[in-house]
């Protein structure tokens, strides 16, 4: 119950316009407090947590959870943990209530709150907030690490030029190929590379219904990968992995309809794959579908924060006006 208090204490002082100085929040980009005890941590309830927040990410080619959870005792909940940037609270208490709270004891913060005064109850909250919190979770995540970006960011201008857009990122990615209707960065990790793919399509290059797109993406994708990105020999080239069909969702970037999909690339000829994530925006304003692709080369290592500081980036993106290319040119 201390835990409810100090929460519900603070949010009724920002209401009132009585709090001060709120620090920074912390943790790693990814990870969740979960503030539980550990009855209720190691039984159905905990499972029920870890069901949904630790369930695999979408589009990787191992087993890697959504979140990294941190389970803390009410009892030892205090000083830097309350700065946590993402916290779900979980307690048993006579009343039932479920809701997000921002900035409680940090900026920026997340708090998702669950109480019931039995387990069943518990459960049944955990299970129908999960998607509403693990967006919150997850988009504040992504503004973290866009503000991070800003330490040492990219100022190149190639994008703005040719597609009259800019991307917040870090000045580890460096520019590489251009073509006219095209753009490829990359960024050196310790055991591999990332990259970033920016291209442009005429309007109707992707259709809307549901049952032809995932097709048209494909072929669309592997088409982009054999005249842009090529393997070390000839016949070698990037291809979408067809043993597994991508994940498609209707989502909103920089306020346009957007078509995100994640999945596995490979190359063609070659012994060489990795996930990506690809945003074909809708553009009308310019009579085109804008592309954002990332994509990871990282073999035996974990690809969850790499994949999401490009996806990261790629939702950074604004629209600043003229550009050089037309949509399909070459």
């Known amino acids: 119950m ?19 100085y709120v620090p920074d929040s912390v943790g790693a980009i990814n990870s969740l407090a979960v503030v539980i005890d550990n009855e209720l941590w190691n039984g159905e309830v905990g499972d029920e947590i870890r069901d ?5 990410v979408d589009g990787l080619p191992s087993i890697e959870p959504l979140f990294t959870l941190h389970q803390i005792p009410p009892s030892v909940f205090s000083g830097t943990t309350t700065r946590s940037r993402n916290i779900l609270l979980i307690q048993n208490d006579s009343a039932a209530y479920s809701g997000l709270k921002t900035d409680v004891h940090a900026r920026p913060q997340q708090v998702g709150v669950i109480q019931a005064s039995d387990h069943q109850t518990l459960i049944d909250l955990i299970g129908k907030t999960h998607d509403e919190y693990i967006h919150a979770f997850k988009e504040n995540d992504v503004k973290a690490n866009q503000k991070r970006f800003l330490i040492s960011p990219n100022k190149e201008n190639y994008l703005e030029q040719k ?5 917040k990122m870090p000045s580890v990615y460096k520019t590489g190929t251009q073509k006219d ?7 050196v990790i310790p055991k591999g590379t990332m990259h970033i793919l920016v291209y442009q399509l005429p ?8 049952s032809d797109r995932v097709d048209a993406f494909i072929k669309m994708h592997d088409s982009i990968g054999k005249e842009y990105v090529p393997g070390r020999e000839e016949g070698m080239y990037m291809v979408t992995q067809k043993d597994y069909a991508p994940y498609v969702f209707d989502i909103t970037v920089a306020g346009k309809p957007t078509m995100e999909t994640k999945g596995i690339w490979e190359m063609k000829n070659f012994s060489m794959a990795g996930p990506f994530v690809n945003y074909i925006i809708r553009d009308e304003a310019n009579n085109r579908l804008l592309v954002l692709e990332g994509l990871t080369f990282a073999p035996s290592e974990d690809k969850r924060d790499y994949m999401f500081e490009l996806e990261s980036i790629l939702k950074s993106v604004t629209f600043t006006g003229g550009h050089e290319t037309t949509p399909g040119t070459k």
């Not at 201390?2 to 009724?12: D, E, G, P, R």
């Open 2 to 20: 201390l835990c409810a208090i100090v929460f519900f204490t603070a949010c009724k002082e920002e209401k009132k316009g009585k709090r001060g």
């Open 181 to 187: 209707n095209f753009i490829w960065m990359e960024r």
């Open 52 to 56: 949904f927040y630790a369930a695999p």
């Open 163 to 167: 597609f009259g857009i800019t991307l």
């Open 203 to 210: 309007l109707d290059a992707i259709p809307d219904n549901d």
